[in-house]
């Protein structure tokens, strides 16, 4: 490790949490921009931190914030606006020099990002020069599979590689992650769970929607499955909240209007993340139709809140082989386990209550700052 200082020291140390796309999150007035499930999950985790006595901070885009800005203890540096800059140059300037510098004025022990891009190359060698921690978080499988990263250009793969090989740490979701990562760079990583927002207990929602899909718009993870569920499904009520991610807007439009055709389904858009729970609340099971992923942020916001999952994508098998719902192989199979769990309420309410016990067990905040901790022992 090539960090002087560290989580180990017997005071709380300083940690930057790196998620350009995050600040909607910690912000819910700017709650129609894009978020995705990394930034959640780096908000969730900055907050464990900063609970736990960490003097935590997190660098994002340009939002029109002031910098420096403090929301739940956290503070905000911010970089450069999405659009700023001329084309080729604002490669450099204002994007490699501004992530830079708000890098400085964090002036953290350890660094964390997420995600195949530039980002990752810029953070491992900062860290590197000032000899700080920097630690990479696994966000997809395709993360650790060289040209399949959702990375467009070569030469942004070619930087996130850089520093991929250098993290001190890389912290995978999956044993298939861990196992990719070795097959195809020849790199160890660690498992390490994900961060669970625990809900108010009291506060409950009567059952007004029958299956939940939550999710960016882009083609892999596949929004017109649910429009093909919800026409072989007419008595059930589908409900679909998300936005459409920059390139892929058109897709977005596509959906909207073919949904708008169906009478069981209620297209909801891009909704604030603090509101995206309401609906979890009011939802009976939800639904995943990605065949990439990582570990979706929303099985944890389906479990806790004692809801089966049906989904192609099962992370390590934990869906089957702990039977926290359904793994259909195609559309019709899908159909199938959603009319199942629908008519049997007593079996799908067994499902969610497991569930939900093993999520307060393994991914509570606490438990996941200590297995970070003993990460940089």
Same mark, same amino acid.
């Given at each position: 490790?090539?960090?002087?200082?560290?989580?180990?020291?017997?005071?709380?140390g300083?940690?930057? *949490?790196?998620?350009?796309?995050?600040y909607?999150v910690?912000?819910?007035?700017?709650?129609?921009?894009?978020?995705?499930?990394?930034?959640?999950?780096?908000?969730?985790?900055?907050r464990?931190?900063?609970?736990?006595?960490?003097?935590?901070?997190?660098?994002?885009?340009?939002?029109?914030?002031?910098?420096g800005?403090?929301?739940?203890?956290?503070?905000?540096?911010?970089?450069?606006?999405?659009?700023?800059g001329?084309?080729?140059?604002r490669?450099?300037?204002?994007?490699?020099?501004?992530?830079?510098?708000?890098?400085?004025?964090?002036?953290a022990?350890?660094?964390?990002?997420?995600?195949a891009?530039?980002?990752?190359?810029?953070?491992?060698?900062?860290?590197r020069?000032?000899?700080r921690?920097?630690i990479?978080?696994?966000?997809?499988?395709?993360?650790?599979?060289?040209?399949?990263?959702l990375?467009?250009?070569?030469?942004?793969?070619?930087?996130?590689?850089?520093?991929?090989?250098?993290?001190?740490i890389?912290?995978?979701?999956s044993?298939?992650?861990?196992?990719?990562?070795?097959?195809?760079?020849?790199?160890?990583?660690?498992?390490?769970?994900?961060?669970?927002?625990?809900?108010?207990?009291?506060?409950?929602?009567?059952?007004?929607?029958?299956?939940?899909w939550?999710?960016n718009?882009?083609?892999?993870?596949q929004?017109?499955?649910?429009? $093909?569920l919800a026409?072989?499904?007419?008595?059930?009520?589908?409900?679909?909240?998300?936005?459409?991610?920059?390139g892929?807007?058109?897709l977005?439009?596509?959906?909207?209007?073919?949904?708008?055709?169906?009478?069981?389904?209620?297209?909801?858009?891009?909704?604030?993340?603090? $509101?995206?729970?309401?609906?979890?609340?009011?939802?009976?099971?939800?639904?995943?139709?990605?065949?990439?992923?990582?570990?979706?942020?929303s099985?944890?916001?389906?479990?806790?809140?004692?809801?089966?999952?049906?989904s192609?994508?099962d992370?390590?098998?934990?869906?089957?082989?702990?039977g926290?719902?359904?793994v259909?192989?195609?559309?019709?199979?899908?159909?199938?386990?959603?009319?199942?769990?629908?008519?049997?309420?007593? *079996?799908?309410?067994?499902?969610?209550?497991?569930?939900? $016990?093993?999520?307060v067990?393994?991914y509570s905040?606490?438990?996941?700052?200590?297995?970070y901790?003993?990460?940089v022992?």
């Amino acid at each position: 490790m090539s960090a002087q200082r560290n989580l180990t020291s017997q005071r709380p140390g300083k940690i930057c *949490f790196v998620g350009l796309d995050n600040y909607p999150v910690m912000n819910p007035s700017m709650g129609s921009e894009y978020i995705g499930g990394e930034s959640i999950q780096q908000t969730l985790l900055a907050r464990a931190f900063s609970e736990a006595g960490y003097e935590t901070s997190m660098i994002v885009k340009d939002f029109g914030q002031p910098d420096g800005e403090l929301i739940d203890g956290i503070r905000i540096w911010k970089t450069y606006r999405q659009k700023a800059g001329l084309p080729v140059v604002r490669f450099i300037h204002p994007r490699f020099t501004q992530v830079w510098s708000a890098l400085k004025r964090a002036d953290a022990d350890i660094y964390y990002q997420s995600c195949a891009g530039v980002l990752t190359g810029f953070v491992s060698r900062f860290c590197r020069r000032h000899r700080r921690t920097f630690i990479y978080r696994v966000a997809s499988d395709s993360d650790c599979v060289p040209n399949e990263q959702l990375v467009h250009l070569w030469r942004d793969r070619k930087i996130y590689e850089y520093g991929l090989r250098r993290a001190d740490i890389i912290s995978s979701q999956s044993d298939t992650q861990i196992d990719l990562l070795r097959q195809h760079y020849g790199l160890d990583s660690i498992k390490t769970n994900m961060v669970v927002e625990v809900p108010d207990p009291s506060v409950q929602q009567a059952k007004s929607i029958d299956v939940l899909w939550v999710n960016n718009f882009r083609g892999l993870k596949q929004p017109q499955v649910v429009l $093909e569920l919800a026409r072989q499904l007419p008595g059930a009520r589908f409900t679909m909240v998300g936005g459409p991610m920059l390139g892929h807007e058109a897709l977005y439009e596509d959906i909207r209007n073919q949904a708008s055709a169906l009478a069981n389904v209620d297209f909801m858009g891009p909704v604030p993340y603090q $509101e995206v729970n309401d609906f979890f609340l009011r939802s009976r099971l939800f639904l995943n139709t990605s065949t990439i992923e990582g570990f979706p942020n929303s099985f944890l916001q389906a479990w806790i809140r004692k809801l089966p999952v049906v989904s192609f994508f099962d992370p390590d098998g934990l869906i089957a082989g702990k039977g926290f719902g359904r793994v259909p192989v195609d559309t019709n199979d899908m159909a199938i386990a959603i009319g199942e769990l629908l008519e049997d309420q007593d *079996f799908a309410e067994a499902i969610g209550l497991r569930a939900h $016990e093993y999520v307060v067990r393994f991914y509570s905040p606490k438990s996941i700052v200590a297995e970070y901790e003993r990460l940089v022992q």
